[in-house]
């Protein structure tokens, strides 16, 4: 009979296809290895560039363009405008001469929102969230914490720099051709 150690419940095989080696099972069966979230996720990213993109185009752009000139995956992209026009962000119109434009000025949308629509909160644990804070089940003190300490210092910083930065700002970065962006 197998052992009832960490190691051993890692090395079965995935209970949902057998034929998946043991780094795959490990992912799917062990609850207690996270699942590390990307720093900023393609979606965060193709939104990103999907905005900076509408950004420095007079009327409507169709979503067949935006994918093409980005390299963003077509029905990716087609969610993610989706979720922002949900959110005010973008205004579509449908039929001939349609398409995605920016809801309001490229200089009134941040970085900072676009990023928390499309990927959630900015900090990165829980109990340092001010949208979606969790107290760790694992921390009897959350003020005597060190770890939460210096990622609540993590999340001002992160927001402090993504709330400040305009898609139009975005813009003008990228426009800087071969210029060094500091």
Do not use: W
Not at 45 to 60: F, M, Q, S, T, W
Not at 65 to 83: G, M, Q, S, Y
Not at 90 to 106: E, I, V, W
């Amino acid at each position: 009979m197998e052992k009832s150690t960490p190691r051993a419940y890692l090395q079965r095989k995935c209970p949902v296809n057998k034929s998946h080696p043991p780094q795959t099972a490990r992912r799917l069966i062990n609850p207690l290895t996270p699942i590390r979230k990307a720093m900023l996720s393609n979606k965060a990213k193709y939104g990103l560039k999907a905005l900076i993109h509408l950004a420095g185009h007079e009327g409507v752009s169709l979503a067949a363009t935006i994918a093409e000139e980005n390299h963003i995956p077509r029905k990716f992209l087609d969610a993610i405008l989706l979720e922002l026009t949900k959110a005010g962000i973008l205004a579509s119109k449908k039929g001939k001469g349609g398409g995605y434009q920016l809801a309001r000025p490229a200089d009134a949308i941040t970085a900072g929102q676009i990023i928390r629509i499309l990927d959630g909160p900015l900090a990165p644990i829980a109990c340092a969230s001010r949208t979606a804070y969790r107290p760790c089940p694992d921390c009897p003190d959350e003020n005597a914490c060190a770890v939460r300490d210096v990622m609540l210092d993590v999340r001002d910083s992160m927001a402090l720099i993504l709330d400040r930065t305009s898609i139009a700002a975005m813009r003008a970065r990228g426009q800087r051709g071969a210029a060094p962006l500091r």
